[in-house]
C-alpha cells in the first residue's frame, strides 16, 4: 500500500541555519503531496502541496519539489526562525485519504 | 471565516465507557474526515464522509467506533465501551471539493481522549 517516510527527529538547529526534512513515498499512480504543521498548542494547517511531478509547493519561505524520479518531496528553508520550531508531516493523498508520515519535530535555538 | 471546530477539546473517561465526540466542519465543506493521532501510530485515516453519500468507513479500527454526519454537516464520532489503547487525539477536517486526493484538508484543534 502506500507510504511515507520522513526522517526522525528531533532536529535542532541554530536560527538562521539551512533546513532540510527528507521525506520519500510510495504509491501507486501519481498522488498528491503535502506538508502540514503542528506548532505547540495548534491544530495542524497545510504548509505547502505539489499535485504533480515537478511541481514546487511554497509558503512561509519553505520550498518542496516533487520529484518522481526519487519518489521525494523534501522540505527545505533557507534561514529557520525560532518562530519555526514544530512538528511537520509529509503526507500523501491517496483518493481522498491523507496517508502521513511520522512527523519531525523541529526545533531552532536562538 | 470560522474554521473546523471541535468539542469537548478534551475529554478524560474511564475504561468501558462510551463517548461522543463532535466536529463542525467549515461552512459549505462538502468532504468531511476523521483521522486519530496517536503517540505508538501516529495519524491515522478512520473515516470519510462526502455529502449525502454512505461513509468510507475502512478505518475505523473496530465495530466499537462509528460515526454519522447529520444533514451533511455536524459529525459526531462514537466509541463505545472505551479502552485505554483508544487514548488519542482525534483529529477532524474538512475539504471544499470532492474529495479528491488534491484537495486540501483543514483541521480542527482535535480532541483529546484519555482514557483511565
Known amino acids: 500500500g502506500d507510504s511515507v517516510t520522513q526522517m526522525e527527529g528531533p532536529v535542532t538547529l541554530s536560527e538562521e541555519a539551512f533546513l532540510t526534512i527528507n521525506c520519500t513515498y510510495t504509491?501507486?499512480?501519481?498522488?498528491?503531496l503535502f506538508w502540514y504543521v503542528q506548532y505547540p498548542g495548534e491544530g495542524l494547517q497545510l504548509l505547502l502541496k505539489?499535485?504533480?511531478a515537478d511541481d514546487k509547493g511554497s509558503n512561509k519561505g519553505f520550498e518542496a519539489t516533487y520529484r518522481k524520479e526519487t519518489t521525494s518531496f523534501h522540505l527545505e528553508k533557507g534561514s529557520v526562525q525560532v518562530s519555526d520550531s514544530a512538528v511537520y508531516f509529509c503526507?500523501?493523498?491517496?483518493?481522498?485519504?491523507?496517508?502521513w508520515g511520522a512527523g519531525t519535530k523541529l526545533i531552532i535555538k536562538p | 471565516g470560522a474554521g473546523v471546530s471541535q468539542s469537548p477539546s478534551n475529554k478524560v473517561t474511564e475504561k468501558g465507557k462510551d463517548v461522543e465526540l463532535r466536529c463542525d466542519p467549515i461552512?459549505?465543506?462538502?468532504?468531511l474526515y476523521w483521522y486519530r493521532q496517536s503517540l505508538g501510530q501516529g495519524l491515522e485515516f478512520l473515516i470519510y464522509f462526502q455529502g449525502n453519500s454512505a461513509p468510507d468507513k475502512s478505518g475505523l479500527p473496530s465495530d466499537r467506533f462509528s460515526a454519522e454526519r447529520t444533514g451533511g454537516s455536524v459529525s459526531t464520532l462514537t466509541i463505545q465501551r472505551t479502552q485505554q489503547e483508544d487514548s488519542a487525539v482525534y483529529l477532524c477536517a474538512s475539504s471544499s471539493s470532492s474529495g479528491a486526493s488534491t484537495d486540501t484538508q483543514y483541521f480542527g484543534p482535535g480532541t483529546r481522549l484519555t482514557v483511565l
Open positions: 461552512s459549505g465543506h462538502t468532504a
Open positions: 505539489a499535485t504533480k
Open positions: 503526507a500523501l493523498g491517496s483518493n481522498y485519504q491523507l496517508i
Open positions: 504509491a501507486t499512480g501519481y498522488p498528491s
